[in-house]
């Protein structure tokens, strides 16, 4: 793609929103998000106007058309229409009209196919098993997450579908687990567990709720929480279905097990029946902190409290202790940070009342399935979707909202949350019409996580809140186990405190923007660049504008920033134009911030500046716009263009 290509240019006084920019309006927010030739594609348009030598654009009124100014070779429109009126006249929106003059512009057209997905009404619509997609929206919630919400209307009625794509490939983005008030025992909204989660080492960017939950609040199977077992399962292996994340960062659907034994001292090995479950009779139960404050045992049984723990409970290894004290026909031990608590009863009460205090004690566990060992993040579910790209059948009956997780035949997952039980909105679905759905959405593994009232889809707004943005069927979101969380990571190089937030080598979309003046662009370049291969370049033309004028630079993808930084960095190449130069930021509270990386821009050349964050920002932190070059003086307006590289965030 050419220079031009890449431009993003934006015209002059009032006429701006009805037919310039190629960044996406507001307007088009009931259509797919579809990139073609380094822009996006909105509702209603089928092409573009490349052009290439000088023309006139009209405005027509009244069957007449009127002088505007004259386009100049590089821009861009998108093209809404093709008139053949007055020669033959490409419509750019508002009423302005581009005569078709060959030599002068070139005309381009998408596929059929991103027509059709912008324009399904025009196009065609989709169609699915359980219907047809009557309005489909898209939009882009960081790089590598994107939501689609669709209504569907088939046999059964209205369906409400929400879908989260996350792209694995991503090394900033995972999906991690989220338990309610950090503990087994209770529940809670999927709202607060993502709100808790946020900011702790990243930002959170959507989430859906998890497992199926007791009467105690416990989820019902295997849960794995950064590595960590916090509870293993309950139903047998033919009844549930687990989702998990390998060692190696991939997802995967199964069905695993661990299996559990101690050895006391030099003695014989004794099989654990599980981790963070109600102790029944003759059983031996392992508790961990994440259980509750204390084992909530009775008092017919030992209960042998380990410290000094040394490694991880996860699959295929060993975790050391040491005896710290036993304890006989008492129950409800404390559950302290740092140490293990193993509860019998019955036989194994007898097996642990051998243990004296100082005893070494060892706790083997190893998955059933090798390539489970090992593994970072685990949900139980209950019902295989689809299975090696085969959909499954189910004999169970039941019209519900739902919820479930997919992978892709690339490894990318996929988050789905259908709405139920209100007619007017969406009526649920069965197990095989979901099982269709997801395997049509492109899904070859999938299964099941809790429905019902459960069934919860919540992502980061862009002024940085979270939110629910389902209906669940309850009137509000219901309070469950635990939740899948999509979370933008926090990452380190070459051991300094600082975080690159964009370095202008990938395909990020930047969009220009400002106030009183005369043209403004924005484009990737390697023209002048300071670290790898390409920088970011930013025209101006503030010449004769009255007032403060000003251009902006903002990424179409939002940077979040969730651990508290001490600065806002970047190398700026400038043009010695002494323009003021600042960034905006938007807080967690909503509240914008802006700070200052140079009152003058007084320098030609490459100079490192950083700008500091105030103290007393809400977390998550996203910078709205990284670059706002300004100038307040009539006489120092002019044209120019200043670059920028290796934007960053700084920690001390």
């Not at 559990?260 to 654990?272: C, L, N």
């Amino acid at each position: 793609m050419g220079k031009a290509k890449n431009i993003i240019r934006i015209g002059v006084g009032a006429v701006l929103a009805a037919w310039t920019a190629l960044q996406a309006p507001e307007a088009d927010a009931g259509a797919n998000v579809v990139y073609w030739e380094g822009m996006r594609l909105v509702q209603g348009q089928i092409g573009k106007l490349e052009i290439v030598k000088p023309i006139n654009l009209w405005k027509r009124e009244n069957g007449a058309l009127t002088f505007v100014r004259v386009l100049q070779p590089g821009e861009q429109y998108r093209v809404y229409s093709y008139d053949e009126a007055f020669g033959g006249q490409y419509g750019v929106g508002g009423g302005y009209y581009v005569t078709n003059i060959k030599g002068h512009v070139v005309y381009k057209t998408p596929s059929r196919e991103k027509l059709k997905l912008v324009n399904p009404g025009r196009y065609g619509a989709r169609q699915l098993a359980v219907g047809t997609v009557v309005k489909e929206v898209s939009t882009r919630i960081a790089s590598g997450v994107e939501k689609e919400e669709m209504e569907v209307v088939g046999t059964r009625g209205k369906q409400h579908v929400y879908k989260l794509d996350i792209d694995t490939s991503n090394e900033r983005l995972v999906i991690e687990t989220a338990l309610s008030n950090d503990q087994v025992l209770g529940i809670e909204p999927v709202l607060e567990q993502a709100k808790r989660y946020d900011g702790r080492d990243g930002t959170v960017l959507a989430a859906v709720n998890g497992d199926y939950f007791k009467q105690d609040g416990s989820p019902t199977d295997l849960m794995v929480h950064r590595g960590e077992i916090v509870i293993t399962n309950t139903t047998p292996a033919a009844e549930r279905t687990i989702f998990g994340i390998s060692a190696d960062g991939k997802p995967m659907i199964g069905n695993p097990d661990v299996q559990i034994g101690v050895r006391i001292g030099q003695g014989s090995s004794y099989p654990v029946d599980g981790i963070n479950k109600p102790r029944r009779a003759h059983q031996l139960i392992l508790y961990t902190p994440y259980f509750a404050a204390s084992t909530k045992t009775n008092a017919l049984g030992t209960e042998v409290v380990l410290t000094n723990v040394q490694g991880v409970l996860n699959g295929n290894g060993t975790v050391t202790g040491t005896v710290k004290k036993v304890v006989v026909g008492q129950g409800d031990e404390p559950l302290q940070p740092g140490e293990l608590v193993l509860s019998g009863h019955g036989r194994a009460s007898d097996y642990l009342r051998q243990a004296k205090e100082g005893d070494a004690v060892e706790i083997s566990l190893q998955y059933d399935q090798p390539e489970w060992s090992g593994v970072k993040e685990a949900l139980g579910g209950r019902y295989r979707l689809v299975a090696d790209g085969k959909v499954q059948p189910f004999s169970i009956e039941g019209v519900h909202p739902r919820t479930a997780v997919g992978i892709d035949k690339n490894g990318n997952v996929m988050l789905v949350v259908v709405d139920g039980r209100q007619p007017a909105h969406s009526q649920g679905m069965t197990l095989n019409e979901l099982a269709k759905l997801m395997y049509e959405l492109g899904a070859v593994d999938a299964m099941t996580l809790d429905g019902g009232g459960s069934s919860t889809f919540v992502v980061r707004q862009p002024n940085g809140q979270l939110k629910v943005e389902n209906k669940p069927s309850d009137g509000f979101a219901r309070p469950v186990a635990n939740a899948l969380l999509v979370v933008y990571k926090e990452t380190q190089e070459n051991g300094e405190s600082e975080e690159v937030l964009d370095d202008f080598e990938t395909e990020s979309k930047w969009n220009a923007s400002g106030v009183n003046y005369v043209g403004a662009a924005v484009e990737r370049t390697t023209e002048k660049v300071r670290e790898g291969k390409q920088a970011l370049k930013i025209s101006y033309d503030f010449r004769g504008m009255p007032g403060t004028s000003g251009v902006y630079a903002s990424r179409e993808e939002a940077i979040w920033i969730s651990k508290r930084p001490q600065a806002i960095g970047m190398w700026v190449y400038g043009d010695g134009s002494g323009h003021w130069l600042r960034a905006q930021l938007r807080d967690g509270s909503g509240r914008r911030i802006w700070i200052d990386f140079a009152r003058h821009v007084d320098w030609t050349g490459w100079k490192y500046v950083q700008a500091a964050v105030p103290s007393d920002v809400a977390l998550p932190l996203m910078l709205e716009m990284p670059v706002r070059y300004m100038e307040t003086e009539a006489g120092r307006k002019n044209a120019g263009a200043i670059y920028i590289d290796g934007l960053r965030a700084i920690f001390r």
